[in-house]
């Protein structure tokens, strides 16, 4: 009788992945479910606690750093410097562009307490701060005195998107900020943000990812 190994092997081989993709595939879970975990995570303190580890972790790592002079941290705003989840669990976890607008006019958005934590630390420092957010040019007055508001009383600049920079992805619109700051002089020794977008790219020094479990921006 002719016996192909070979054969047997791709036989079995696939037989194997047709199962492996079987017990690997998964249906997702209720969107109504999944809202009320997240909202259950958030109200419970839980989130709050592991930003604080998160922020501990962050001080530890700027402990090592010395001061040269022009050393800056770059802050994101939303979800990092500011929360936004008092809007989002009113409106369902929806964007709904005018309803945002009016969010952010408000100027009332809180800190997240870790994060301003770090940022306190950073400024008894000398660290210098830099904002770089994705909210738009009309929306710097607001965003300038949401941060006052909220207790980000000093920093250097605070940077929004100019019409031009609509089109850009975050990454490219970040990086290409912290590129131009880099220029101007600053040496970046960390970067602070919810999104892995906020983090990628070129001059980020130490990373520092806030968790956000309410929405992704690639
Ligand atoms: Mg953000």
Redesign the pocket.
């Known amino acids: 009788m002719f016996f192909n190994a070979n054969r047997i092997f791709v036989y079995v081989f696939v037989a194997a992945s047709a199962l492996a993709g079987i017990s690997c595939s998964t249906v997702p879970v209720n969107l109504g479910v999944a809202k009320e975990e997240v909202i259950k995570y958030y109200d419970s303190g839980m989130f709050d606690a592991a930003v604080n580890r998160t922020a501990d972790n962050a001080i530890s790592s700027f402990k090592n750093i010395k001061l040269t002079g022009n050393d800056a941290v770059v802050f ?5 410097a500011l929360s936004n989840y008092d809007y989002s669990k009113e409106n369902d976890f929806g964007y709904v562009p005018d309803l945002w607008d009016k969010w952010i006019d408000e100027a009332k958005a809180p800190a997240i307490k870790g994060v301003k934590h770090l940022y306190d630390y950073l400024i008894s420092r000398g660290f210098k701060i830099v904002f770089i957010t ?1 909210r738009k040019e009309y929306q710097y007055k607001a965003t300038y005195k949401n941060l006052v508001n909220a207790g980000y009383t000093k920093f250097d600049t605070l940077i929004v998107r100019l019409p031009s920079e609509y089109n850009l992805t975050a990454l490219e619109y970040k990086s290409a900020q912290r590129t131009a700051l880099v220029n101007h002089g600053y040496k970046i020794a960390g970067d602070v ?3 892995y977008s ?1 983090l990628e790219g070129p001059y980020h020094g130490i990373t520092v990812k806030i968790p ?1 479990y309410q929405y992704i ?1 690639r």
């Open positions: 994101d705003i939303d979800e990092t994705g943000g919810d999104q906020d956000n921006i």
